[in-house]
């Protein structure tokens, strides 16, 4: 065999053992498909996107949506609990098949993952002691104001872009630690977003919530980049059910409102 003919035919082998290595790959959906179960990553206590409840039971907005999903594929629900900071290494390490969060599609983290058609939108608020003398978010931007965010979190992100002259104090476990750090005195103020923030206003004694927002931002699911056929999936069931008005319910129940506390709380 000639030089040429025998580098061609290995090359062309070399192509269809490639190719048959890629096909046999299974993707996110046929693994769900195969055992029956989606898993997802949540942030473990984030209400009322993501909480246990006074019954014990894991529920939330971002939880119902997948269970509803879930439900409707006919397959069991998993939920895999995470701080924030771990949400992303549990979805790239494939420990879970998507992330349910109230996640930002920020530049930055879609170079690692992929996310869904926005779901909902949060407005970025900032909140203080009762008796503080600040009355709107932007009072706070100068030197001598700790500021408490989520760590590695768009509020956090959105505290260093606008208020800048502020000290930022970054807290791992959610909300919830940020408004702990204000309560104690830890920080002057803490970022969140509205709808996070309304459940504490009403459970904590001494809070307020400043005048303004500091931004709007769009909140998705997400998914890695390999699992094109789950990211199309979650995109088309997200429109579904914002037609047939289920999307609205869910949201209007546990985003807009505090009507869930009487509820879970």
Same mark, same amino acid.
């Given at each position: ?7 061609? !035919?290995?090359?062309? *082998? ?21 055992? *029956? ?37 006919? =397959? ?72 408490? &965010?989520?760590?590695? !979190? ?18 791992? *476990?959610?909300? &919830? ?9 830890? &920080?002057?103020? *803490? ?36 699992? =094109? ?37």
């Amino acid at each position: 065999m000639k030089l040429k003919s025998l580098i061609a !035919s290995l090359v062309g *082998g070399a192509f269809m053992a490639a190719a048959a290595t890629v096909s046999l790959a299974e993707t996110t959906m046929e693994k769900i498909v195969r055992t *029956g179960q989606m898993t997802i990553a949540v942030q473990t206590q984030g209400p009322p996107v993501s909480f246990i409840d006074k019954n014990g039971k894991r529920t939330g907005l971002a939880v119902e949506l997948a269970q509803m999903m879930a439900d409707d594929m006919g =397959v069991k629900l998993v939920v895999q609990d995470y701080d924030w900071k771990g949400l992303i290494p549990a979805l790239t390490s494939g420990k879970a098949d998507f992330i349910a969060a109230d996640m930002t599609p920020t530049a930055q983290r879609s170079m690692q993952i992929m996310f869904t058609e926005p779901v909902f939108f949060a407005e970025t608020v900032a909140f203080t002691k009762a008796d503080s003398e600040y009355t709107n978010w932007e009072d706070l931007n100068k030197p001598g104001v700790t500021l408490a &965010a989520t760590q590695a !979190s768009s509020y956090a992100a959105a505290a260093r872009k606008f208020l800048p002259e502020a000290e930022l104090k970054e807290f791992s *476990g959610g909300t &919830a630690q940020a408004v702990q750090a204000v309560v104690s005195g830890r &920080a002057t103020a *803490g970022v969140t977003d509205k709808a996070t923030l309304s459940g504490f206003l009403t459970t904590i004694d001494g809070l307020k919530q400043l005048d303004g927002e500091l931004n709007r931002e769009p909140l998705g699911f997400a998914v890695r980049p390999d699992s =094109v056929h789950l990211l199309n999936s979650l995109d088309n069931y997200i429109r579904l059910i914002r037609i047939d008005g289920r999307l609205d319910e869910k949201i209007a129940y546990w985003w807009d409102s505090t009507d869930w506390e009487a509820d879970h709380k």
